[in-house]
């Protein structure tokens, strides 16, 4: 496959992974993105050492309270095929930026709602703290912030990037997991990575595609070892 291969050619062909069941691939079936720019997460498990920069990090960079996280490194249980012992995955998890997000359906103030660029946003003004949207993300990647009493959740720290400047989960990553970019762009690192990774054989794959969210969070990793993970929600 040639380089010049466009993003929607490349990622129709990536195949994805439910938290239920790590079995066969499942086809992902993406829209049209346009041919702005679009934001997406490669994060490359075989790299995650668990060591919880990234949630320092995030927790510093956007005044998370105590005890609450816009990222986290979960530590799942995993069942092994062939009846061999219980394994434990290190799975890095955020908001996952989904193209077809059900927080913005069902945000009664219309608080949520999502950039040009991908990022899916929430509007404190508008927001009322009712955590309708907390308790329908499939990710549970949303929060009410014990200080604002307002929704939170990753953002892909929108303020640095328009700076210029990676997530800061990405630039304290110490194993080089995770990955950012314009997915649109061809020529950008993340698209590279992708298109290599496929080249190699590497399943790329996204958390709980039967939600149909369309998710810009992508993993390599999580692969044919695992039969099932326990659970993909933050804790928080």
């Not at 530590?75 to 996952?96: A, E």
Request: charged share 20%; proline share 6%.
């Amino acid at each position: 496959m040639s380089i010049q291969t466009s993003r929607r050619t490349l990622l129709k062909t990536i195949p994805v992974v439910t938290a239920g069941a790590v079995s066969s691939p499942v086809l992902a079936v993406e829209p049209e993105r346009g041919s702005g720019k679009h934001w997406a997460m490669l994060i490359d498990l075989r790299k995650c050492v668990g060591c919880q920069a990234c949630t320092v990090s995030c927790h510093a960079e956007n005044n998370v309270p105590v005890g609450q996280r816009r990222t986290h490194v979960t530590v799942t249980s995993v069942l092994i095929k062939n009846g061999r012992k219980p394994s434990i995955v290190q799975l890095p998890q955020l908001c996952n930026q989904c193209d077809e997000p059900v927080c913005i359906a069902q945000c009664p103030t219309k608080a949520t709602f999502k950039l040009p660029e991908g990022n899916v946003v929430i509007d404190s003004d508008k927001c009322i703290g009712c955590g309708a949207c907390v308790r329908l993300c499939p990710y549970g990647a949303r929060f009410i912030n014990t200080e604002t009493k307002k929704a939170d959740k990753c953002t892909f720290c929108i303020n640095r990037v328009k700076a210029g400047l990676l997530p800061a989960c990405v630039e304290t990553c110490v194993g080089g997991a995770r990955i950012f970019g314009d997915i649109n762009d061809k020529d950008s690192f993340i698209a590279k990575q992708l298109l290599d990774a496929q080249q190699s054989g590497l399943e790329i794959r996204v958390l709980k595609p039967e939600e149909r969210t369309k998710p810009n969070v992508f993993y390599i990793g999580l692969g044919n070892k695992t039969e099932q993970i326990s659970d993909t929600r933050i804790s928080y």
